[in-house]
């Protein structure tokens, strides 16, 4: 029997300082989901992708990825267009979380799939708005048990 499970939150951010703001804004926002975090996009798509790079290792889980652009390794354009371009994650949210606020990169972000485009340094009140939401789209995202 498939139990409805809660969704995981993937962070992708290589700048610390960063990742702990956001888990502390997610946290504040009442969301007590698992945050499994990265710092670099090899990482993360080993993760998400799984070492065969399939994406079976996720099928059936619920994911949200909170993704920067700018990682050591690659963009969090590659990884975007990875995980949407994939049939066992391609429905998972991604959160573009970044620094540019380039029109034409938050356009193909969304062309991409990218489901919210986030800009930071955010000020407080807009991210924990964001999160918020995000965190009433948490607690709703759950997989239907089966049949």
Same mark, same amino acid.
């Given at each position: ?10 962070? *992708?951010?290589?700048? &610390?300082?960063?990742? %702990? ?12 989901? @698992? $945050? ?46 990875? *995980?949407?371009?994939? &049939?066992?994650?391609? %429905? ?12 034409? @990169? $938050? ?41």
């Amino acid at each position: 029997m498939n139990n409805a499970r809660p969704v995981t939150i993937i962070m *992708v951010e290589d700048d &610390e300082g960063h990742a %702990r703001l956001i888990e502390k804004n997610i946290r504040r926002a009442g969301v007590a989901n @698992e $945050i499994v975090s990265f710092t670099n996009g090899t990482d993360a798509l080993s993760f998400l992708l799984g070492p065969d790079g399939t994406g079976l290792v996720n099928k059936g889980r619920q994911l949200l990825v909170l993704l920067d652009l700018n990682l050591p390794d690659m963009t969090g354009i590659d990884i975007l267009e990875k *995980v949407k371009g994939n &049939e066992h994650t391609k %429905r998972s949210p991604v959160v573009v979380l970044t620094t540019t606020d380039d029109q034409r @990169e $938050i356009q193909r972000c969304y062309d991409l799939g990218a489901n919210v485009y986030i800009t930071k340094p955010v000020d407080y009140d807009g991210f924990a708005n964001a999160i918020k939401q995000l965190g009433l789209f948490f607690s709703v995202m759950q997989i239907p048990e089966a049949e």
